[in-house]
């Protein structure tokens, strides 16, 4: 049932309020069902103009039970409040305060927005609008103010009070069993870096000195029996903050910084200032539970949150339109740390990997947005992809297109003008320009047109006059409420590859600006020719990725198997590896020839056997196109099981021919000595793991026993979970043995188990629906948390493209149905796994038909639909 239709924000009508507020005094009475909370506001008229006017603020399910003005009673006719607004007909004309006292029940809050609870624990989580479910208030981030917050519960069962800024008092309540501590944050912030937890937590805690001599606690505060796996999450953000001194000349800026890990939680984590809460799997490893994958996201969610003290919180937005200057920019810092930490091009591969599966398959569909939306109906749909992942890409071409230097100057620029303020895209871009004296107003487009664009490229060589020259065309398709593009600065690094793999140098060139190994294109079609190419090259085109479009070009696979081999941009090399896997997968989905294949097994294999090349980058670079990438590449009339066929036939052919090799490097990477987490020993793990699946695809005995044996004598989570992950989805001999004898291991582990229940998600078997359903019976299945629902649920529409697009409609029927279900205790959920059908249109006929009906069963469902799954799916079917 649609709810009433809630009109759209839009950008254009951005006003400031009519007063200003720049200081709050919170008390919080802290009771699971019944909280008492009091908010003095101090608040004046903007300007002479908007005095008088109403003041009217935000609530969301609140329970008024009194209000004072200036310390006294306010008449019962001089105000307004439901549970969603709260208006002061007629404010006085000069400043005053309002003391609001608000009732709100934290027990019962199920959309984990606002206070809530989490394994008994109180904490909170305010961005976008949760501030709001908590006393009524300007909930809008361009109101900063100074915060200082009483915190007050029961002694025993609460030990820990935590606020955000530095903690000034603390307590017994005399003749209770209560206490209470004070917080006051002097930093002026915006309501969604809110934050409080009370409760009864462990922590590990380490002293920091700031690189101008400034000291820091740290803590790190976990459940109970948890201290240990706190360690290395400790160990990044010491790393971060010196990463931000030595790299941005940034440092931290208060006395304390406190993160607490919750086990309930809708996003990874949150940059409440000077008190972050996690999502706790972003925060607990050891190697008994936690992945390479797990460590390393550890590392990144720990470096972003902390990143966002600057960008974010002393910069913060004007309004969440802007949602991409504070996180496109963060994660492009995120990035940054890690490929300083790590490997630059391994990391380059996997942050391409994550924008091509996430974010280009958003923006070729229904829900495509600009990296700033112009409109939006619910802003907790805007967390997505586009925002956060092409929009660190944006800044990444900023500093492609300026350089190291001048990217330096205009972000010192930007932190200098702004720090303190609420800011806009413009702002940011004008500190580039300002600092570099450069024009980017063409480039801001960026911000603005939705869509990937497609560029083309072609190239021919010219012996006679020693010229070779390129052909390159831009266009972007039509994306919803954007009919015509106009062309997008592109900045597309090269390089010639000689026929002896090197990189050719040319004597001059014409046509499109040129800048080294940089063509930096403008318009919709344009031409570069080179000149003194003594040799036909072979080009190797949009290195590094250094633009977020897609790429066709007129190299043939020849040219894609030469440039795997001998391209010296590593990323190339994992990309020329990828086209051709993803041709020949596509080709043996529809039954065609595959002339290419055995040079691609050849090639593989000199990968494989290459001793110069990094081992993460060979896990990388020998595994297959995803089906989701094959699925992407084809971009319509998709059948997802030809798809899934035809990549375990690939899969299969390449374990068969490279059998000896795989073996070879399987048994020269055994482990040696204790576990450790770091870059290198994780880089031989996946190698070894990717040549256990490809060796285990070409066994015809059932019984696997070099899978069993991994499993059985692995002593970490990376090797174990993937050996379970062969076992199961192989449905190798006594795989149901395997899965019992993980339980057992681990059932008391949360993390652990969301594992066990993701594996079988993920099968391809013809029965994994039914197992699905099934196993949200099992007893350590809960609706209520979310990392338990997008383990067995998200990942089975996500990740499981087969059997959720099975052909009866079954897997969309099953969507809509959960979705549903969860909608009615938590709408970001819902709406989050509701996205799994943001390609529906890309499928062959008949799954589109099932997907659209099911679709339009949510619109139609008996029941109050959210805002936010009422968006999506209105906007999916649009
Ligand atoms: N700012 C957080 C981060 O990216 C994410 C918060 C998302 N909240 C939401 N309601 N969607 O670090
Ligand atoms: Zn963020």
Request: hydrophobic share 35%.
């Amino acid at each position: 049932m649609r709810s009433e239709n809630a009109e759209p924000i839009r950008l254009e009508d951005y006003t400031p309020t009519p007063y200003t507020l720049d200081r709050v005094e919170l008390n919080f009475n802290l009771v699971p069902d019944a909280t008492i909370v009091t908010s003095k506001i101090y608040l004046a008229p903007r300007t002479p103009e908007d005095a008088g006017k109403p003041l009217v603020l935000d609530g969301d399910e609140l329970e008024l039970v009194s209000v004072e003005m200036n310390g006294r009673a306010l008449s019962a006719d001089s105000y307004d409040a439901t549970a969603s607004q709260f208006t002061l007909k007629t404010p006085p004309e000069t400043a005053f305060s309002l003391e609001i006292t608000t009732k709100i029940n934290p027990q019962e809050n199920t959309k984990l927005m606002g206070l809530y609870r989490s394994s008994g624990n109180f904490c909170t989580q305010c961005e976008a609008e949760g501030f709001r479910r908590i006393t009524y208030f300007y909930d809008r981030p361009d109101i900063l103010a100074v915060y200082t917050t009483r915190i007050e519960a029961e002694k025993k069962a609460y030990p820990v009070l935590l606020g955000n800024g530095n903690p000034k008092e603390a307590g017994d309540i005399e003749g209770t069993d209560r206490h209470f501590a004070i917080w006051h944050d002097p930093h002026p912030k915006p309501a969604y870096l809110f934050a409080l937890v009370a409760g009864d937590l462990g922590c590990i805690s380490q002293k920091f000195t700031t690189a101008s001599g400034k000291p820091v606690d740290l803590n790190i505060y976990v459940e109970h029996g948890n201290e240990d796996r706190a360690d290395w999450s400790m160990d990044c953000l010491v790393r971060s903050m010196q990463w931000d001194e030595k790299v941005f000349g940034l440092e931290y800026d208060l006395d304390v910084f406190n993160i607490v890990a919750v086990s309930d939680f809708n996003m990874g984590a949150m940059e409440n200032k000077g008190l972050n809460i996690f999502n706790d799997k972003y925060i607990l490893a050891d190697p008994e539970t936690a992945t390479d994958v797990d460590y390393e996201g550890i590392e990144t969610v720990v470096a972003h949150e902390y990143f966002h003290n600057w960008t974010g919180n002393r910069i913060t937005c004007r309004d969440w339109f802007q949602l991409c200057l504070k996180e496109g920019l963060t994660v492009f810092r995120d990035h940054e740390f890690t490929s300083d930490e790590r490997s630059r091009p391994v990391k380059r591969i996997a942050d391409v990997k994550v924008l091509k599966n996430h974010q280009f398959p958003e923006d070729g569909g229904p829900l495509s947005h600009p990296v700033r939306p112009e409109v939006y109906k619910e802003i907790n749909n805007f967390y997505t992809a586009t925002v956060y992942e092409k929009g660190s890409e944006l800044v990444t071409m900023i500093k492609t297109i300026l350089g190291a230097d001048g990217f330096k100057k205009g972000m010192d620029l930007y932190f200098e003008r702004h720090d303190g303020e609420a800011a806009t895209i413009e702002d940011f871009i004008k500190s580039f320009e300002d600092a570099t004296q450069t024009n980017l107003s063409q480039f801001a487009l960026w911000y603005s047109q939705s869509g990937t664009p497609q560029l083309n490229v072609a190239g021919e060589y010219n012996e006679q006059a020693k010229t070779f020259t390129l052909k390159l065309e831009q266009s972007t398709p039509p994306t919803p409420g954007q009919d015509i593009k106009r062309p997008f600065t592109i900045p597309v690094r090269f390089g010639l590859v000689s026929p002896n793999g090197e990189d050719m140098a040319y004597s001059s060139s014409e046509g499109a600006e040129v800048r080294g190994d940089l063509i930096l294109l403008t318009e919709a079609s344009q031409t570069v020719v080179f000149h003194g190419i003594g040799a036909k090259p072979v080009p190797s085109l949009l290195r590094e990725f250094s633009a977020p479009v897609k790429l066709a070009t007129n190299l043939s696979s020849d040219d894609h198997l030469f440039l795997m081999h001998h391209d010296n941009d590593p990323f190339n090399r994992w990309q020329s590896a990828q086209t051709v896997a993803t041709d020949l997968t596509i080709a043996l989905s529809k039954g065609a020839e595959t002339p290419a294949l055995s040079a691609f097994l050849e090639a593989m294999k000199a990968i494989a056997e290459d001793d110069a090349l990094d081992n993460a980058f060979k896990a990388l670079a020998l595994a297959l196109p995803s089906e989701g990438d094959v699925a992407r590449e084809l971009g319509n009339n998709v059948d997802p099981e030809a798809i899934s066929i035809a990549h375990l036939t690939l899969r299969q052919k390449v374990g068969e021919a490279l059998y000896s090799t795989f073996q070879k490097l399987y048994e020269s990477l055994a482990p040696s000595g204790t576990f450790s987490p770091d870059a290198k020993s994780a880089g031989n793990r996946a190698l070894r793991t990717r040549t256990l699946s490809y060796l285990n695809a070409a066994q015809s005995d059932n019984s696997a026993p070099l899978t069993r044996a991994h499993f059985e004598t692995a002593d970490n989570m990376t090797d174990r979970i993937a050996a379970l992950n062969v076992l199961v989805h192989e449905r190798v001999d006594g795989y149901k043995d395997a899965l019992d004898a993980f339980y057992q291991r681990h059932k008391d582990t949360a993390l652990a188990m969301d594992k066990w229940f993701m594996v079988q998600a993920t099968s391809p078997a013809e029965d994994t629906l039914d197992t699905v359903k099934a196993l949200t019976e099992h007893p350590a299945f809960a609706w209520g948390n979310p990392n338990r629902v997008r383990a067995l649920i998200g990942t089975f529409v996500a990740a499981n493209q087969r059997r959720f697009n099975a052909l009866d409609g079954s897997g969309y029927t099953y969507l809509a149905q959960t979705v549903l279900k969860i909608d009615q205790n938590n709408p970001q959920l819902a709406a989050r796994i509701l996205n799994a059908f943001r390609s529906w249109r890309a499928l062959e006929p008949t799954r589109q038909g099932l997907a659209k009906a099911a679709l339009e069963s949510i619109i139609e469902a008996d029941q109050k639909l959210s805002p936010d799954v009422q968006d999506i799916a209105e906007r999916c079917l649009q």
